[in-house]
C-alpha cells in the first residue's frame, strides 16, 4: 500500500509563516484577556460519549468523530446497537467539555470564574474556505455571573483583541432569545413551531424577508402570523431604538428586564469600547445551538463575508452536570478564520526583535566554529534572533531567502 503525501481530507499542514502568525495570535490573546481577568484552563480533546450527545451541541451532534472502545471492552461480535461499540468521542467544541470542567472542580474554582480555553476540536463537517474538519477555537466563559456585566465584558475584550490585530469596521449582532420566542408568541406562532420559525428565520441574510415570508407559508403556517411577524422586522430598527420599540410592542409577552438589559449591554459597550466596530441590534439573529437561553451575539466581517466569532448566555447547561442551576455566558472567536484573514492581507507580525542571519563556509574548523557559536550566544543575549546556517553554493539566493523571512542583517563567517 502505497503511504499517502497529503493530509486527511479536512486537515492541513501548516507552513512556518503561518505558524508565526498563529503563534502570535495565541500569545496575543492570552496577553489581552488576561488584563481583563480571565485564566487559562485546558480540557482534554477526548469527551464521554454521553456528554457529546445530550443534545445541548445541535446539529454539531451529528458531527461526532466517535471512538470504539479499546482492547477487551471491545466486543465486535457480540455488540447489538453503537453503545455497545462507542464510549467517547473527538470534542466538537470546548462549551461541552468546560460545562464538565466546571461541575467536576467547582469547589476549587472562584466565583465567578472566568475562564479561557484555546484547543482544538473535531467535526466531520464539509470543509471548505476557513472551515476545517480539525481547527482551533478560543473560548472565553464567565460562569456563576447572572449580571449583563458579563455579556458587557466578553464584548469588550474580544473586540479590543481583534482591535490590535488592526481589525476595523466589523459588526457586533446582538439579540436576545427572550426576544425571539416573545415576537413568535405575539404573531401568534404556537410554542410547539418556534424551533422550525427560528430556522427560516435565521435564513434571512441569504434569501431576505420575501424568501422568509415564503418559506413560512410554505410550511403551512397561518397568513395572519406570518404577516404580523414580518411586520415587526420591517419596524425594528438595529439600535436602543429598536429595543425599546420591541419593549413597549410584545408588552405582555417580553419582560422588561430583558429589553432593558440589552439595552444596558449595548449603551455600556458603546461609551466604553476601544476597538472601531459598531454594536448592531439584530432581531433576526438566532444562533443556532439549543443551550442558548438568553442574549446571543456573532460578529459579521465583511472581509470575510460571514461570521468570525459568535456566543451567547446559556445558563441551563452546567446544571444538567451539577443539578444546580449556575449562570453561564461565554464569546468564541473563529481562530482559524481570523487567522486566514491575515495571512491573506500579508499581515506583518509587530516584532521589535533584530534578526541576524550567521552564514558558516563549509568545513569550518572546530575552533572557528566555536568562535562563531560564542557570537551567536552573545547577540542572543542582548536580545536578537540568531540563525545560523552552512554558506550555500547559490549564496545569492540564499541571502534574499534570509531577507524574506526577515533577517534584516546577515553576517559571513569563513575558513
Not at 31 to 57: A, D, M, R, W
Not at 123 to 130: F, K, L, S, T, V
Not at 293 to 306: L, R
Not at 382 to 392: D, Y
Request: with cysteine; net charge negative; hydrophobic share 35%.
Amino acid at each position: 500500500m502505497a503511504l499517502k503525501k497529503k493530509p486527511v481530507t479536512g486537515m492541513k499542514d501548516m507552513l512556518p509563516r503561518e505558524m508565526q502568525i498563529r503563534d502570535y495570535v495565541i500569545r496575543l490573546i492570552k496577553e489581552t484577556y488576561g488584563t481583563f481577568g480571565f485564566s487559562s484552563i485546558e480540557t482534554p480533546c477526548v469527551e464521554h460519549i454521553e456528554n457529546l450527545s445530550s443534545k445541548q451541541g445541535g446539529e454539531n451532534e451529528k458531527l461526532i468523530f466517535k471512538i470504539l472502545k479499546r482492547g477487551e471492552k471491545l466486543k465486535l461480535d457480540t455488540a447489538e446497537c453503537e453503545a455497545d461499540l462507542v464510549d467517547g468521542g473527538l470534542r466538537y467544541d470546548l462549551t461541552v467539555p468546560l460545562s464538565r470542567y466546571y461541575s467536576n472542580n467547582v469547589s476549587e474554582l472562584p466565583s465567578p470564574f472566568k475562564a479561557l480555553q484555546m484547543g482544538n476540536v473535531w467535526r466531520a463537517d464539509r470543509p471548505q474556505r476557513g472551515r476545517f474538519r480539525q481547527f482551533m477555537q478560543c473560548d472565553i466563559d464567565i460562569l456563576g455571573e447572572p449580571n449583563n456585566l458579563a455579556e458587557i465584558e466578553l464584548i469588550l475584550a474580544t473586540t479590543t483583541l481583534l482591535g490590535k490585530l488592526d481589525f476595523k469596521n466589523f459588526t457586533v449582532r446582538i439579540n436576545d432569545r427572550k426576544i425571539l420566542k416573545a415576537m413568535a408568541a405575539y404573531s401568534g406562532f404556537e410554542e410547539k413551531d418556534y424551533d422550525d420559525v427560528f430556522i427560516i428565520l435565521d435564513k434571512m441574510d441569504k434569501i431576505g424577508l420575501d424568501g422568509v415570508e415564503k418559506e413560512l407559508q410554505e410550511h403551512g403556517y397561518p397568513k395572519e402570523a406570518v404577516e404580523k411577524y414580518l411586520q415587526l422586522f420591517k419596524e425594528i430598527t438595529n439600535d436602543i431604538e429598536g429595543v425599546r420599540y420591541c419593549k413597549e410592542k410584545l408588552e405582555g409577552y417580553l419582560e422588561e428586564a430583558t429589553a432593558d438589559g440589552l439595552e444596558m449591554i449595548i449603551a455600556s459597550v458603546d461609551s466604553v469600547k476601544e476597538a472601531d466596530f459598531k454594536l448592531s441590534f439584530d432581531p433576526t439573529l438566532v444562533r443556532g445551538m439549543s443551550y442558548y437561553t438568553g442574549t446571543i451575539f456573532e460578529i459579521a466581517m465583511d472581509e470575510f463575508g460571514g461570521s468570525v466569532g459568535g456566543g451567547g448566555r446559556y445558563d441551563e447547561m452546567i446544571g444538567k452536570f451539577t443539578g444546580q442551576p449556575t449562570p453561564a455566558c461565554g464569546f468564541s472567536i473563529g481562530f482559524e478564520r481570523i487567522v486566514m484573514l491575515l495571512l491573506e492581507r500579508g499581515y506583518e507580525i509587530p516584532d521589535n526583535k533584530e534578526k541576524l542571519a550567521l552564514l558558516i563556509e563549509k568545513g569550518m574548523p572546530q575552533e572557528k566554529m566555536l568562535e562563531v557559536l560564542a557570537f551567536a550566544k552573545e547577540q542572543r543575549a542582548v536580545g536578537k534572533q540568531v540563525m545560523l546556517s552552512i554558506m550555500k553554493k547559490n549564496k545569492k539566493f540564499q541571502k534574499e531567502q534570509l531577507s524574506q523571512e526577515g533577517y534584516t542583517e546577515i553576517k559571513e563567517f569563513f575558513k
